[in-house]
């Protein structure tokens, strides 16, 4: 709902066949962060039943050995369907949901710092799964797992586009996610209200602004590879064929190189939410808050380093499983810290056992076996055996579904009162986390000692052995009392929302700002702010004779940076992970030449001619911001005209080296050689290509005289942020590509 909008109002506006039709397109065009997130988790709840679904019929096919229910490539394409949408169309998009909704009420914002980009972000997510969901329909759904390992997801081994959907939806909801990092980084830095310091952020709004980070440097790696793969299926490429010079190791580096920050992307914001709730029923401040959130950015760097350990059957070497053991084990101290910070804020509470906290203290169970299982697989011989068991699928749902669920769950009963101004049925609440308790030990406990009795992952069906059939009778079963569980919670959202109990601004009695404005909040989110001195501004407000020690210093004048330059500042960095990818694929296969045509085959004296037009336009482009800030609008248009010119000649250089190579018989198909070069090189030709459309507009937007009174300032330095990081990129290119071979 929109804030402004009432109950009585939203029943008027859909029984009226106009107001109807306003009322829906209203939703679709909206840009309200509030109306955002409710579509992300509206859609989220959709691709829940779909992917629900389909584990249904996953453990349908496994609840007897040797089953036909299903047709081993039929369990193959639901197993891909399931882990995919799961972890992109459901999990992904509700933390994104709840992070857009209450961030910018928590640190007293009225909206998100780029409204339209995050509109522009959720359309990502339907658009992306329906791409996914496409595949059904032509020619068959991907059948490679949720990893798609190389070779198996390359065109001689999976010839149907089902794989080319998945890597096209991916990519798409990898573009949808970087815009909601950079989204979130450039609201809580420059978007705070008065004295909203940084050291006052409530722990929900750092920890996210924190995952945003792990966002923007693990989603386009994953990119890169996933562009990789499409040139080798499409383009005739050869990053992964190991017949033609590829590797498949490759793939798996990149992909863990995202997968596992991806666990820690999901997982961050079901801290997130605990860190919120847990306090608020034990009638305590969360203990050794500096602790919680020191331990989230010690989380978010080890969480970039530790995917080898995905790779220990591989066999990458000693010195790298060492290192991966070592990086495996550390990660587990910030994340303890912070079980252990959870549990000393329950003692000695005087905590009130509503369905929020229930859900938050069955994730603190089970998030601490997921954790016990999962510093086992740092022990390189135990990971070794049960890599490829049902001990490690029972791990990870501990983690994705044990503690993300649960969580999640609990946001949704903790702030569905603050969205629709009313309370969620409490009896049907317990229900839905008892059903789920049940269902979900029922289902993956047992398959850890499947996995340690010797059961492989990733299999359709299996042999009548001792103690196999009745155990994944008992898993299979679980699925239907989550199932249940789910009905359940949908029908309690679905009534409460009609019928529910009127909830109030501040039905729990909380601290954070967002408790502070009406339920569902006003448009612009506040009508006015309350002094904010301390991490819990309305526990200060009731009780002005025993407030929280001010944090900080105790002013409201908080300076904080221009939102367009802290958005572009994130969009480059994560710009920088993916030319970082792709020039390691390139040093990766740089180290093993083959025969063939090489770097050799490139002009040098050439390119650094047309190199030096590049590097100058960041001097002309730099003398035009010079000239707009001084309002000399002839010199503004006189050196950005220049600019352009100069990034247009360096295209056309690149275009006549391409030329040149196509001549000699070189193209993208040629060998590895030709294959990372065109790539390399074809990206950064892109955007290249990009940051001189957005130089014609401002020429264009000068020329008007739209620049006149300054107001385009911080958009154009943005865009000179850009280019000049175009620049450096190429400065690298050509160091590795060009100059590196003649020191050889």
């Known amino acids: 709902m929109n804030g402004t909008t009432t109950i009585a109002e939203f029943r008027e506006a859909v ?102 980009l995050n509109a522009f972000g959720f359309w990502c997510v339907p658009f992306g799964g329906i791409l996914l969901h496409f595949s059904v329909l032509a020619g068959g759904a991907p059948a490679v797992g949720w990893f798609s390992y190389a070779p198996l997801s390359e065109t001689p081994y999976s010839s149907s586009p089902g794989v080319d959907y998945w890597a096209a939806a991916l990519f798409v909801l990898g573009i949808g996610s970087i815009s909601f990092a950079i989204n979130t980084i450039a609201t809580v830095i420059s978007l705070r209200g008065p004295g909203m310091t940084m050291r006052r952020l409530p722990l929900f709004t750092w920890i996210n602004f924190v995952n945003a980070f792990i966002i923007i440097f693990a989603l386009p790696v994953l990119n890169a590879g996933l562009a990789m793969l499409l040139i080798d299926r499409q383009l005739q490429g050869h990053f992964f064929l190991p017949f033609r010079g590829g590797s498949p190791v490759l793939w798996q580096h990149v992909f863990w190189a995202f997968g596992h920050p991806e666990v820690y992307i999901m997982a961050l914001p079901a801290f997130a939410i605990v860190s919120e709730i847990i306090p608020v029923f034990s009638r305590k401040p969360i203990f050794g808050y500096e602790f919680v959130a020191a331990s989230s950015v010690a989380i978010a760097v080890l969480s970039l380093g530790v995917w080898g350990h995905h ?50 203290i069955a994730f603190l169970i089970q998030f601490l076996v997921a ?16 890599k490829n068991s049902y001990f490690l699928i029972a791990h990870f749902h501990f983690v994705a579904v044990g503690a993300i669920v649960f969580a999640v769950f609990g946001g949704i009963q903790y702030w569905f009162p603050k969205m629709s101004g009313r309370m969620l049925s409490e009896r049907l609440g317990k229900w839905t986390f008892w059903l789920m308790v049940i269902g979900f030990n029922m289902t993956f406990v047992i398959q850890h000692f499947l996995g340690l009795l010797g059961m492989p992952r ?73 002094p904010i001195r301390s991490r819990r501004p309305l526990w200060d407000l009731a009780n002005p004779e025993r407030p929280d020690p001010i944090v900080g210093e105790n002013s409201a004048a908080v300076a904080l940076p221009d939102h367009n330059k802290v958005g572009i500042l994130s969009f480059i960095l994560s710009e920088a992970g993916f030319f970082g990818t792709l020039l390691l694929a ?79 018989g070189v193209d993208l198909s040629t060998n590895m050689f ?49 280019w000049h990081f175009v620049d450096v990129v190429w400065v690298f290119v050509l160091l590795t590509v060009y100059i590196l071979p003649l020191l050889r």
């Open 15 to 116: 029984l009226d066949p106009a107001k109807r039709r306003h009322y829906q397109l209203a939703w679709l065009s909206t840009v309200d962060h509030k109306r955002i997130a409710v579509l992300y988790m509206l859609t989220a709840l959709v691709f829940f039943v779909i992917g629900g679904t389909e584990a249904l019929f996953i453990r349908l096919q496994l609840i007897v050995p040797n089953n036909h229910f299903l047709q081993p490539d039929t369990f193959n394409q639901l197993f891909t369907m399931h882990g995919t949408t799961m972890i992109f169309l459901v999990v992904m998009p509700v933390v994104f949901g709840l992070a857009n909704y209450v961030l910018p009420l928590q640190i007293g914002a009225r909206d998100m710092a780029f409204p339209r």
């Open 371 to 386: 954790g016990i299982t999962g510093i086992s697989h740092a022990v390189v011989p135990l990971d070794w055996q049960t």
């Open 674 to 722: 030709s294959t990372t070069f065109f790539t390399l090189t074809g990206f950064h030709g892109l955007h290249v290509l990009l940051g001189l459309i957005a130089l014609l507009i401002f020429l264009w937007l000068a020329w008007e005289g739209d620049f006149a009174s300054g107001r385009r300032e911080a958009a154009f330095k943005s865009v000179g942020y850009y």
């Open 586 to 664: 390139y040093l990766y296969f740089y180290a093993r030449p083959e025969a063939g045509p090489g770097p050799k085959e490139l002009d040098v004296p050439r390119t650094l001619v047309f190199s030096v037009c590049l590097f100058a336009s960041s001097f002309t482009f730099w003398r035009a911001e010079i000239g707009l800030r001084r309002q000399r609008r002839a010199t503004m248009l006189g050196w950005l005209a220049l600019t352009i010119l100069l990034g247009g000649i360096f295209l056309v250089g690149q275009g006549t080296e391409y030329w040149k190579l196509f001549q000699t």
């Open 311 to 360: 790779m220990f059957t591989v066999g990458i070497g000693r010195p790298l499983d060492v290192f991966f053991a070592i990086s495996s084990m550390l990660i587990a101290i910030p994340t303890g810290v912070k079980v252990l910070n959870w549990t000393a804020t329950m003692l000695g509470g005087r905590i009130r056992f509503d369905v929020p906290m229930l859900f938050c």
């Open 458 to 530: 990733r299999v359709y069906t299996y042999p009548d052995l001792p103690h196999w059939e009745w155990m994944n009778m008992l898993s299979t079963t679980g699925v239907f009392f989550m199932s249940a569980a789910a009905l359940i919670l949908v029908w309690n959202l679905a009534t409460s929302f009609f019928r529910g109990k009127i909830a109030g601004d501040n039905p729990w009695d909380a601290w954070t700002l967002e408790w502070a404005t009406t339920s569902p909040p006003p448009h612009e989110n506040f009508y006015a702010l309350p």
